[in-house]
Nanobody, 125 residues
Framework: QVQLVESGGGMVQAGGSLRLSCAAS????????MGWFRQAPGKEREFVAV????????DYVDSVKGRFTISRDSAKSTVYLEMNTLKPEDTAVYYC??????????????????WGQGTQVTVSS
């Protein structure tokens, strides 16, 4: 059974930074893409960032490009989301997700089979 445990959320003022972590267990971490999604109240879950199984390819939603960085540490089976210059519109519950298919890559919710419990990020103006 794959488990994803997120940490690092919290409350920060606009312009501040946070780093989210997601520790994975239950299957070979290094063979699957990892993603971050977020969901604000009353909105659908939104893609934020993805990193390939090798770590060599990343993609971001336009609204976070240049501010957020996704990375992974296969030795620790952990994926990170470094968030800088945070804005109030970044406020949401952030979810870590593990890819559905072996060495696949995608930005859709359906591309991911396992999800963490979510961690709240609140950015005040």
């Amino acid at each position: 059974q794959v488990q994803l445990v997120e940490s690092g959320g919290g409350m920060v003022q606009a312009g501040g930074s946070l780093r989210l972590s997601c520790a994975a267990s239950g299957r070979t971490f290094s063979n699957y893409a990892m993603g971050w999604f977020r969901q604000a109240p009353g909105k659908e879950r939104e893609f934020v960032a993805v990193i390939s199984w090798t770590g060599g390819r990343t993609d971001y939603v336009d609204s976070v490009k240049g501010r957020f960085t996704i990375s992974r540490d296969s030795a620790k089976s952990t994926v990170y989301l470094e968030m800088n210059t945070l804005k109030p519109e970044d406020t949401a519950v952030y979810y870590c997700a593990a890819g559905r298919y072996y060495r696949d890559y995608g930005a859709r919710v359906s591309d991911y089979a396992y999800w963490g419990q979510g961690t709240q990020v609140t950015v005040s103006s």
